[in-house]
């Protein structure tokens, strides 16, 4: 059973930044679906290997990344975390996205995390 706790601590070790701290709430075979990326689901890395090497890659890119106004949703082994991510990358974008993370269980660990975020576009299209 997931517990408000426990989405606290994840959401502290994200914005801690602290790859090590973070991997350590994952499963060892957790898969992880990034936001962006070349797949109808963004990018899918599975193992703390996998997600180790992204998150470091992430904190170099955006080394202020941090995810604000969080709220969360339990149901049972799922968790559903609110969030609006800012920061300032490398290449000089902006975020300041609204997004939600849908998490899987099994314990303490994350099994499956799938991440959503709003795409921000300045055209005329739906």
Known sequence: ???????????????????????DCFAEGATFCLARGPEPVGRTLKGKTAIRQALSDRFTQIPDMRWEGQDYILAGDHAVSLWIVRGKGADGEELNYQGCDIYRFEGDKIIDKNTFWKIVEHKERL
């Open 1 to 23: 059973m997931v517990t408000l706790e426990l989405m606290r601590k994840i959401s502290a070790a994200f914005n801690s930044r602290d790859v090590e701290r973070i991997v």
